[in-house]
């Protein structure tokens, strides 16, 4: 069974108080997830015990360090099922992942009239690199519309992959509708257009089983800091062969395998991708973070989300004036966003504040989407592996005594 | 509960805005937003003889902060000169919000305030959208 | 009074053992420094305590984390005296900061048959990122050759500065041979010949201290992990009138200010050049090393480390077949590299770790460098605030033992 | 002090190097380096009719440990077959060396081995200088 008042006593912050007497009930977790005291040791352990630059030193506390460095990218290549650690490429965070790609896949594979697909339901951080991308090469990019639920218009795919179709790039799981979108099909019919596929693993990862080659998706990234693992490291996944093929993204020590005034031959894969001195600490941090949610399971983790999401778009849903946004039901990754009407989802995060419920509101980083919904922002709460019903209670009581305060009782 | 920033007054703002509407012509308008929230503001103003404000509108959407501010800050800079309008400062409008504001709420209070002084000073609007090269 | 042992309780390494009875002689820190309690602990309590990803959060927690994360930044600025805290862009190393400006001033300002100068004494990251921009872009690269004793050819900078000179970057302190390099001179040089002028101040940031408006320079990046911050993070700073100018480097969330599916618009800096959810822990890291090196005072630092160094070069040059690398003298930078006639670097730091003596050897990501002296590899001792006479004694008894077993005592 | 891995063997054969030098002409040479050390070791090789190694030399620069495997490499490697050439296992090596070596120095300890498989098998030189496009 899954001991949801162990789980909460691993996370420190769980146990503080936003204002004196208010608890914290954080439902943030899409933005950022709070850390397992495991993983804050590991790290506090690593400088204490054996921090030392790594790859290049004699001695002890660099083997110590290297060893740990390159045991944390084991761990996250098993926690995905990639074929081999090489696989994984430690960069800052998921958007890092996608600009990696696009600009060294990018800028040796996609000319002028190639298009790249993307959904209308991405996070900027797998838009603005393409855009970026498509202006300097002269290509183009092509978005696959979202349904009034905010489920993917799989219908029309055929209209939008095309024989100039590069690339398609799309989000698991939308961080404002929830969406869990079919990726193994979405990446077969990339595959079958001649397409790569690069998965935004994001919100999939932390949440969800997530095997890369059951999936067969070319390139995939997530962020740590969503993943109860610190800020400053994420992963891109990418299948060996086309990243032993791409160029150097950024130069300097330990991607080159040797330089002279004339010019450099990279390093091997996965440090031709990793340029200076790399992010020891937080790879340790966030293989302490795989560890932990293992040991949870992953499937333990997404039942228990699946339990409280259902349980709170039932409860919200009873609100008079609130709209959810994205798909109802189980398929439903755990988070709900929503609009109030009469309240702006700023005044209602911060009337939820000041009871200790930290939810976030705007666009989450999704403003195109959110400009097609009509609304300028919303309110969105989210569910991680240390929710409770209680929570979502309280979220509910707050949300009326924002229609309370904002005298919406009498509509 | 603690209302918070949430004062009665702020609230009837919200709900019964001052000098809320558009004016044509005016002597000049600016629109704004804060792309972060989405809050949107537009202010339009006609001068007297003298420079002085004669009438001032706003328009726009947003959350309570925003939007109760601009009220407030039309109804005080009736009959003021360009001169005074364009040295408005923002500790005057956060007073007059009168409630304890963060960070991030203090960039609500004072959009209209940013959307007043770029018209006043007829800057050019920055949000044009184009695409990136 | 510097007080050294109240400043090596301060490291909680410095009290571990290597081997079983063997304590820790860290003579590292040019590679990577260690970390005092008080930055481990502020990072841990920030997880602890007030961790939520930032600006755009209305709730207490980001708020909080917001105002830790960019208090940070105002930390920096005064740390180095930039104008503004606009002017501090926070990136992955100090690596990462010459890609930034290879990549986004680079692309923008240099064509055909333009030159960029460095010196011959420079590291990877000040020599990697320009042959990729140099390759792309059909410039020239040149390099303002160093004299027998490690310092630069100053004498010959008329030659290599021309009106084709884009830009000149250089070493503050070069991290094999020490010398300390007239920044501000060079500095002048560039801009008198129309070229701007950037500074790597890996070594020097954390050892003296750097005042950025007194330098003149344009351009300046260092890293976190070697001035007693953490890892996966480092600093490029710019002159804001260039900064602004630039294109953005990577895309995503946070350094836009608008996205629709036509395009973005880039935000504000510093936020322009920082894509993605940041390095909050880290920042957050390295303003209290910042505050630590400042109550230490970076001019008793400096002090400190060059009484030590003065004590190493004349205890090595006692030492029967060892070539010191670099100037002689006050002119030099808290190491000292070298290498043992008969004795290989990798087997001296072998050695010597079993000692628990930590030192480097191999090319220290300057291949182009050793290449030019003759030799494969260096060895190399390098300190920092914590290190004592005692600890170079134990260096040199070491090398003594190294003779030994290698059998040169009778040479 | 613990003399650790630099055992009276390991110096003796970094001063007194067994199979050294070059052979000309051979039926096979190869030369390798370990950028991240400088360590380079060439070996050169000349089968007999049976493709069996007759004779067997090796030169190059390095620290203790690779220059010491490379004489225990030659050594044991005379007489062997092409096919047992390619076949021998790295662990077999490191027995030869018999001292317990480190992560980084176990690559130093294979170099040779590196070196004398990359030459059976006709690799192409992977560190021919180009610059980077
Ligand atoms: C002079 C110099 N420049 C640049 C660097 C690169 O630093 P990082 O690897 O942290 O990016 C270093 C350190 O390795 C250095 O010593
Ligand atoms: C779906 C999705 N993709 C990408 C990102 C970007 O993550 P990061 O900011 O850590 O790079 C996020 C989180 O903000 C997200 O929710």
Not at chain 1, 300 to 307: C, D, L, P, S, V
Not at chain 1, 365 to 392: Q, W
């Amino acid at each position: 069974m899954y001991d949801i008042e162990r789980v909460r006593a691993d996370f420190p912050i769980l146990a503080t108080e936003v204002y004196p007497g208010v608890p914290l009930v954080y439902l943030d977790s899409a933005a950022s997830s709070q850390k397992p005291a495991v993983v804050i040791e590991a790290m506090a352990d690593y400088y204490r015990r054996y921090h030392a630059n790594v790859h290049r030193g004699v001695h002890r506390l660099s083997e110590m360090a290297t060893t740990a460095y390159e045991g944390a990218r084991v761990r996250v290549a098993e926690f995905i099922h990639a074929a081999a650690p090489e696989e994984i490429i430690f960069v800052g965070n998921a958007t890092e992942g996608f600009n990696l790609v696009a600009q060294s896949w990018g800028r040796a594979n996609v000319g002028p009239g190639d298009e790249i697909l993307l959904t209308e339901m991405e996070h900027h951080a797998n838009l603005v690199p393409w855009q970026m991308l498509a202006a300097e090469r002269g290509a183009t990019l092509r978005y696959l519309p979202f349904n009034d639920d905010g489920t993917l218009a799989l219908e029309r795919l055929g209209d939008f992959l095309t024989e100039r179709t590069k690339l398609f790039s799309f989000t698991a799981v939308s961080n404002v509708f929830g969406t869990i979108n079919p990726v193994r099909e979405l990446v077969d019919a990339a595959h079958a257009a001649g397409a790569l596929a690069m998965v935004d693993a994001a919100q999939s990862v932390p949440h969800m089983p997530v095997d890369v080659r059951a999936l067969d998706c070319d390139f995939l990234a997530f962020s740590s800091h969503k993943m109860c693992g610190p800020t400053g490291i994420g992963v891109l996944y990418g299948k060996r062969q086309l990243l032993e093929a791409m160029p150097p993204f950024l130069g300097g020590g330990d991607m080159i395998r040797r330089v002279t005034f004339d010019g450099f031959i990279p390093n091997e894969l996965p440090w031709k991708f990793e340029a200076g001195t790399p992010r020891i600490a937080e790879a340790i941090g966030l293989g302490a973070a795989v560890a932990y949610l293992s040991a949870l399971g992953m499937d333990a983790i997404h039942a228990h989300e699946q339990a409280i999401t259902a349980y709170a778009l039932e409860s919200l849903s009873e609100l008079p004036g609130l709209r959810l946004l994205g798909p109802p039901g189980t398929q439903h990754g755990g988070l709900a966003a929503f609009t109030l009407e009469g309240a702006h989802p700023h005044d209602i995060a911060e009337i939820l504040d000041k009871d200790g419920i930290a939810i976030r509101a705007g666009h989450h980083c999704a403003m195109p989407l959110h400009h097609k919904l009509g609304v300028n922002a919303s309110a969105r709460a989210s569910f991680y592996v240390h929710t409770t019903t209680d929570e979502i209670d309280k979220l509910v009581a707050g949300l009326h005594r924002v229609r309370e305060l904002f005298r919406l009782e009498r509509d | 509960m603690d209302a918070g920033i949430y004062r009665e007054q702020i609230i009837d703002l919200y709900e019964h805005p001052l000098n809320y509407g558009q004016l044509e012509p005016a002597d000049f308008s600016y629109e704004e937003d804060n792309p972060l929230c989405g809050d949107v503001i537009r202010i339009d103003v006609r001068l007297d003889a003298e420079q002085r404000v004669a009438e001032i509108l706003w328009s726009g959407d947003g959350c309570a902060i925003s939007q109760a501010a601009a009220s407030l800050l039309t109804e005080e800079i009736k009959g003021q000169t360009l001169a005074e309008l364009k040295a408005f400062p923002a500790e005057r409008l956060l007073e007059l919000v009168g409630v304890p504001l963060s960070m991030a709420r203090v960039k609500c209070a004072l959009l209209s305030l940013k959307v007043l002084k770029a018209g006043a000073y007829g800057i050019p609007d920055p949000d044009t959208m184009r695409g990136h090269e």
